[in-house]
């Protein structure tokens, strides 16, 4: 007779319904947390909803510290051929150099949103030099966005409009 599989972290499970796979990194007060394949953030599951799987091994490491940015990593959508994020208070970021390019996504962003940028043009916008960073696990975002100086280290050019 086999004992039965522990929900302890470390385990790989699936998330029934979702068919995602993950691992349990901890409980919250009788819930599993797990943190799906590809994410950084854990979620609360119950235990009825995940299959366990026989492996189990130590908790992957979450990346740390600054990071050169994608359209993925950063969950921005693709307008124009340019990653464009919309932050916190509605100020927008184009991964983009570029000030017509940049310009261009911007009104493709805002045209899907229906808000308009009013009059945005690209000499309206913000050239600046920043480095995106990893924040920890559980924090309000998964990433924040720092001002840096030339020469630094995973810093990269965009445009940015103030709201």
């Known amino acids: 007779m086999t004992a039965p599989l522990t929900a302890e972290p470390g385990r790989r499970v699936i ?3 979702r068919n995602a796979p993950g691992v349990i990194t901890g409980t919250d007060e009788g819930v599993l947390l797990v943190r799906v394949d590809g994410t950084r953030c854990s979620q609360p599951v119950p235990r009825g909803g995940l299959q366990l799987l026989d492996e189990i091994g ?3 490491a979450l990346p740390k510290g600054p990071f050169r940015p994608t359209a993925e990593l950063l969950k921005a959508e ?3 051929g340019v990653a464009v994020v919309e932050l916190d208070g509605g100020d927008l970021l184009a ?3 570029d000030p017509v390019r940049a310009a261009a996504a911007m009104r493709a962003h805002e045209r899907d949103y229906d808000r308009p940028l009013y009059g945005l043009v690209a000499e309206k ?3 600046r030099r920043v480095v995106f960073v ?5 924090a309000e975002c998964e990433w924040i966005v720092e001002d840096a100086e030339a020469g630094t280290e995973q810093a990269v050019q965009v445009r940015y409009v103030t709201r």
């Open 15 to 17: 998330i029934k319904g």
């Open 58 to 60: 130590p908790l992957p």
């Open 78 to 80: 693709v307008f124009e």
């Open 95 to 97: 991964l983009e150099p």
């Open 125 to 127: 916008m913000q050239a």
């Open 134 to 138: 990893w924040e920890p696990e559980g």
